[in-house]
């Protein structure tokens, strides 16, 4: 399956099941490094369900992990707004926390996640997205583990959605221009 339709857009094949496995697989080789730590898994809801989940069993140590829940995008617009719909509900204080992310756009997502983590006051907080728009980018904040850069094109699949469809590919497709 080259193309899907969904909704009224049109996408195409971006990236295959292999590369995604050999993505998250070599992520989770460079977080071995994080072992040590002890680190708290917190991920971002609802996209980074698929990716955190092959992440995490890939690591080979285990871990606690929470789930938290924002939302800013309407359709394939960041709507600059943030709900937190789910907050976790753990001491992370003097923990090291890991925010799991799908996708860093603009990065006012996670901008406003590590605002809302720092009150909680852990000893440290890591980033690590599967992907990262490096330039549509606009914070500060060093984004620790990246699986892939890509161009400003707006993606589905493996949990990223467009209006709340296209979650369940297991592939990741880029929406076709005419
Ligand atoms: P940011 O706040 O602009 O960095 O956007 C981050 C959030 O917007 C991500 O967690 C995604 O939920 C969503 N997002 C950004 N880019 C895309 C995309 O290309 N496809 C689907 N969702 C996206
Ligand atoms: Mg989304």
Redesign the pocket.
């Known amino acids: 399956m080259s193309l899907v339709q969904i909704h009224d857009k049109e996408f195409g094949l971006f990236i295959s099941k292999k590369e995604l496995e050999s993505i998250v697989d070599q992520m989770a080789k460079k977080m071995e490094s994080l072992q040590s730590q002890a680190p708290i898994f917190i991920v971002?809801l609802n996209?980074?369900f698929f990716f955190a989940s092959d992440l995490l069993k890939a690591l080979s140590f285990d871990s606690e992990v929470h789930f938290i829940k924002v939302k800013?995008?309407e359709g394939?617009e960041?709507s600059g707004k943030m709900n937190l719909i789910l907050d976790i509900n753990v001491d992370v204080s003097n923990r090291t926390i890991v925010i799991l992310?799908?996708?860093?756009?603009?990065?006012?997502?996670?901008h406003y996640l590590i605002i809302h983590l720092q009150e909680k006051n852990p000893k440290k907080i890591i980033t690590a997205s599967l992907l990262f728009?490096p330039n549509?980018?606009k914070q500060e904040h060093t984004i620790d583990f990246i699986g892939k850069s890509i161009e400003n094109?707006?993606?589905?699949g493996y949990g990223?959605?467009?209006d709340e469809l296209g979650r369940t590919l297991p592939q990741i497709f880029k929406l076709k221009h005419d």
């Not at 094109?153 to 589905?156: E, G, Y």
Request: charged letters at 20%; hydrophobic letters at 35%; aromatic letters at 14%.
């Open positions: 971002v996209g980074s800013s995008y394939m960041s992310e799908d996708i860093i756009d603009t990065g006012t997502t996670l728009k549509s980018y094109d707006f993606v589905v990223l959605d467009y």
